[in-house]
């Protein structure tokens, strides 16, 4: 029953995800919230181990899930439910492409999805840096202002920023600042 519940709920993710595996992080934290099958810590987790290995986010994080969820036969349910849907809308467009390669319809309908997908990796981007960045639970139980504040993060964000400002630190390779992230946090103990 669990790798029916995992296709379904990662099939709806690929199915309305529009916008790349960023665009999933909502319906990931949806699924955290209904199912229970990983907290909102462990999804930060996720993104970051998605983030810095080979291959398309949305796809890493559905294996990821799967396998925290359901072992190695999870991963691979989920990973499938979350690709089937593009399959699917793929195989039906190829069809059809000929028709509808100059349809001003089509066309902006394609247009009109542009801000949809910039708003949910948009939100996805936003909800990364609320965890990272605060910890309501501090606040809540301790009413501790201070501890409320990740500033080893907060102090990271604004050097980075600062650094991402001047012009020959901006064409590096993306490869250098996802391991100099890693060698960052191993060094500062980023990891709870």
């Known amino acids: 029953m669990i790798y029916l519940q995992l296709f379904y709920e990662f099939f709806k993710a690929g199915l309305f995800a529009v916008g790349g595996g960023l665009a999933t992080l909502p319906f ?3 699924m955290s919230d ?5 907290s909102h810590e462990q999804l930060a987790d996720m993104i970051a181990i998605s983030e810095s ?3 398309a986010i949305g796809i890493n994080m559905a294996t990821y899930t799967g396998h925290l ?5 999870g991963g691979i349910i989920a990973t499938l ?3 089937t849907p593009s399959i699917i809308i793929i195989l039906i467009i190829a069809r059809f492409l ?10 902006a309908a394609f247009y009109g999805l542009r801000p949809a997908s910039t708003a949910l990796i948009a939100a996805a981007g ?4 609320w965890i990272d960045l605060f910890d309501f639970n501090q606040l ?3 009413n501790d202002w201070v501890g409320f504040v990740n500033w080893k993060a907060l102090v990271l964000a604004i050097v980075i920023f600062l650094l991402m400002r001047y012009k020959r630190i901006k064409h590096l390779h993306p490869i250098f600042f996802i391991a100099l992230s890693a060698i960052i946090g191993i060094v500062f103990k980023f990891a709870q």
């Open 28 to 30: 990931l934290y949806d």
């Open 34 to 38: 209904r199912m229970g099958w990983f």
């Open 53 to 55: 290995t080979p291959g």
């Open 69 to 73: 969820t359901a072992g190695y036969f």
């Open 81 to 83: 439910g979350l690709v």
């Open 98 to 107: 000929t028709r509808f390669r100059d349809n001003h319809i089509v066309d």
């Open 126 to 129: 936003f909800s990364v840096v």
């Open 140 to 142: 809540r139980e301790f």
